[in-house]
């Protein structure tokens, strides 16, 4: 692990993160292996639900929304053996992750990994039913702000914010909780997201409304508010013929110039493949300090440490 305390941008984001005022915000990218990812999910489900997918340009959102439309029943019960499904193992980047001394954790994942991980160590878990206060964003709490399905549990309407008017109505409408708890947590907290692509028009739009506020902090007194920043890997152009992928500097330059426009810092871990993303679990645990941990599941009393 030596080679990754060799990248000043790494260096810059850990001693962030060791200062112990930092939020996680976790992406799919820590579940992937165990779960699907959000473009998957999305054709599963409309494939379940008589849904045609015309191209890659389409709206996930607005494809979520159609299959929910046509078939609810399907709809909610590819949801519920997806994410309610027995037998994932908890992965030790989750477990690292919760060793790091991150001041909470938010996630816009729907499965229970993270819950799961904290349950290990007794941490309070909040999602967006039960109300998201941003004064409880401390002591190494979990929020799941789109939802969160247990093992074995069925998901219905409401449990999770998928579709169009899902986030119409948890993000849009008048009174909505989760546009005042994030824009409070990221205006005023370092936050650091993590196997993240912010690809949701509502999260860039939250993104966009704090960078302004902490601009006008900054232009009022010395404070120039809270330093964000996403943890990407390097990117590759497409392998052709027998020639090996090469860094893509010129899409990592544009990708970094859209973050850069919401206030958010990229830094890029150096991965050896297009398929590479074991540097993450590395970092997290150089973050952590702590010693090795063993592949823990749900059924496990806890994790074990060599």
């Given at each position: 692990?030596?080679?990754?305390?060799?990248?000043?941008?790494?260096?810059?984001?850990?001693?962030?993160?060791?200062?112990?005022?930092?939020?996680?915000?976790?992406?799919?990218?820590?579940?992937?292996?165990?779960?699907?990812?959000?473009?998957?999910?999305?054709?599963?489900?409309?494939?379940?639900?008589g849904i045609a997918l015309g191209g890659d340009d389409e709206d996930l959102l607005e494809l979520a929304q159609q299959?929910?439309?046509?078939?609810?029943?399907?709809?909610?019960?590819?949801?519920?053996?997806?994410?309610?499904?027995?037998?994932?193992?908890?992965?030790?980047?989750?477990?690292?992750?919760?060793?790091?001394?991150?001041?909470?954790?938010?996630?816009?994942?729907?499965?229970?990994?993270?819950?799961?991980?904290?349950?290990?160590?007794?941490?309070?878990?909040?999602?967006?039913?039960?109300?998201?206060?941003?004064?409880?964003?401390?002591?190494?709490?979990?929020?799941?702000?789109?939802?969160?399905?247990?093992?074995?549990?069925?998901?219905?309407?409401?449990?999770?914010?998928?579709?169009?008017?899902?986030?119409?109505?948890?993000?849009?409408?008048?009174?909505?909780?989760?546009?005042?708890?994030?824009?409070?947590?990221?205006?005023?907290?370092?936050?650091?997201?993590?196997?993240?692509?912010?690809?949701?028009?509502?999260?860039?739009?939250?993104?966009?409304?704090?960078?302004?506020?902490?601009?006008?902090?900054?232009?009022?007194?010395?404070?120039?508010?809270?330093?964000?920043?996403?943890?990407?890997?390097?990117?590759?152009?497409?392998?052709?013929?027998?020639?090996?992928?090469?860094?893509?500097?010129?899409?990592?330059?544009?990708?970094?110039?859209?973050?850069?426009?919401?206030?958010?810092?990229?830094?890029?871990?150096?991965?050896?493949?297009?398929?590479?993303?074991?540097?993450?679990?590395?970092?997290?645990?150089?973050?952590?300090?702590?010693?090795?941990?063993?592949?823990?599941?749900?059924?496990?009393?806890?994790?074990?440490?060599?």
């Amino acid at each position: 692990m030596e080679e990754l305390l060799n990248i000043p941008e790494i260096n810059e984001l850990t001693d962030s993160v060791q200062a112990g005022r930092s939020v996680a915000f976790i992406g799919s990218g820590l579940s992937m292996g165990e779960y699907i990812g959000w473009g998957i999910l999305v054709n599963n489900l409309c494939e379940a639900c008589g849904i045609a997918l015309g191209g890659d340009d389409e709206d996930l959102l607005e494809l979520a929304q159609q299959a929910k439309s046509s078939s609810p029943d399907e709809y909610h019960r590819v949801l519920s053996e997806e994410f309610g499904k027995e037998g994932t193992h908890v992965p030790l980047g989750y477990m690292y992750l919760l060793e790091s001394p991150f001041n909470a954790y938010l996630t816009i994942n729907y499965d229970p990994l993270l819950a799961e991980a904290g349950q290990f160590k007794h941490l309070s878990l909040y999602d967006f039913k039960l109300g998201l206060d941003a004064s409880k964003v401390k002591n190494k709490s979990i929020f799941y702000i789109h939802g969160y399905v247990g093992r074995g549990v069925q998901v219905v309407d409401g449990d999770l914010i998928l579709t169009t008017e899902d986030f119409d109505r948890n993000y849009e409408h008048a009174g909505a909780i989760i546009p005042s708890f994030l824009t409070q947590v990221l205006s005023y907290k370092p936050v650091v997201f993590i196997g993240c692509g912010l690809q949701e028009p509502a999260l860039k739009k939250i993104l966009d409304i704090c960078n302004k506020i902490k601009s006008d902090i900054a232009a009022r007194s010395s404070n120039s508010g809270p330093t964000h920043y996403i943890l990407l890997p390097t990117l590759y152009t497409k392998a052709e013929d027998d020639k090996k992928p090469e860094r893509d500097f010129k899409k990592e330059s544009e990708e970094d110039s859209v973050y850069d426009e919401v206030g958010v810092r990229v830094i890029r871990y150096i991965r050896n493949s297009p398929e590479d993303y074991t540097p993450v679990e590395k970092i997290l645990k150089i973050w952590s300090k702590a010693p090795d941990i063993k592949p823990v599941s749900a059924y496990d009393e806890g994790p074990s440490y060599d």
